[in-house]
């Protein structure tokens, strides 16, 4: 068995990548993690997209964390995203903080971090990085790229940008552009982080101190639109967090109260603060019909990319009538798209989860397009 596999590469050297604000930024270094090999002619590479808290650290033992990685039970040898037959990369994206270049590193023009200096990045800005690293590995076209949520955005700006480069494209969880809902939660989040005194106008590296207070605010905040509403109250409840009654006071009374401290708590130990901050807002500007004249379709128009739409029942963040959008424009433009609203009550995280109906369409549809690709369909009876 092969061991995930984690490095990262220099772009941008030569050619600056030109950002979608005008700006050209490079060098870019970018982290990513592989496992698996690759066959004679590149053709099986799949690459994973992450969400926004996301990393590339997808498969193994997150080094950051200790834990599995966060689709350890998707990726593997036999599983879902069989790396018995694949080639698995997934990079973490432009403006994280995982190794790949944010707002925590070091500017070189200044030598000191980037901070709010950092040019405000997009969707489209962290595909251009993907690309370019996929340039560097001299991989021309991926079989597939798979992500949810955020990591869905980036599979649609693939296939809007890059068609020839994808044979086929699962966006999992996600929208064509972020709503008012959406965007109105990620402001809450950055107004908690901006008002931590410890923030220090994003400058917080050069002082010493972390705006953990805020960070976890706003991690909080986030982490209940990532659950349904069944979910909550099936883990938690009404149920007191070890005491017999109230206190009548402030403490976590409550196990959901209790519980979303602890999401906070540990999130500002892995996250950095503005690297949360540009990343939301390079969700909020995700807009693929605007970036084409105002109709989705003409994003997709002639493509060659075969689709798998998947949603989920429960998703109110993502909800499904977002994805069913998605694949009115493709069928507009007679693309070639299959679609999925998998029933679950587990809300948005269902693609992080186990979820046997998901894994399942997914395993198929792999298997599918892999014989049209003329690979090796995903082995019958794989663990998931």
Known sequence: MDAPHNQSLVVGQDRPIRLDSGIELGPV????????????????????????????????????????????????????????????????????????????????????????????????DMVKVQARLLDALGIDQVFCVIGGSMGGMQVLEWAAAYPERVFSAV????????????????????????????????????????????????????????????ALHRKFGRKLQNRDSVTYGFDADFQVESYLRHQGSTFVDRFDANAYLYITRAMDYFDLATEHGGRLAYAFRDTPVRFCVISFSS????????????????????????????????????????????????????????????????AAGGGG
């Open 29 to 124: 270094t970018v982290a990513f993690q592989t496992i698996g090999r690759l066959n004679e002619d590149r053709s099986n590479v799949i690459l994973v997209c992450h969400a926004l808290t996301g990393d590339h650290f997808m498969t193994g033992t997150n080094p950051i964390t200790g834990k599995p990685g966060w689709w350890d039970r998707l990726v593997g040898p036999g599983r879902v995203l069989d790396t018995d037959r694949f080639f698995v990369i997934c990079a973490n994206v432009l403006g994280g903080c995982m190794g790949t270049t944010g707002p925590r590193d070091i500017n070189p023009e200044t030598g000191r971090p980037w901070g709010l200096g950092f040019p405000v990045i997009t969707i489209g």
């Open 171 to 230: 966006p999992i969880a996600a929208s064509y552009r972020h709503s008012a809902q959406n965007i109105a939660f990620h402001e809450v989040g950055r107004q908690a982080i901006m008002a931590d005194p410890d923030w220090r106008g994003g400058a917080y590296h050069e002082h010493g101190v972390t705006p953990h207070r805020g960070l976890a605010v706003a991690r909080m905040t986030a982490h209940i639109t990532y659950l349904s509403e069944t």
């Open 315 to 378: 998703d109110w963040l993502f909800p499904t009538v977002e994805s069913r959008a998605i694949v009115q424009a493709l069928n507009s433009v007679a693309a070639n798209v299959s679609f999925v609203e998998v029933d679950s009550d587990k809300g948005h995280d269902a693609f992080l989860l186990e979820e046997p109906e998901f894994h399942e369409t997914l395993r198929g549809f792999l298997a599918g397009a892999a014989r049209h690709r003329g690979l090796p369909a995903t």
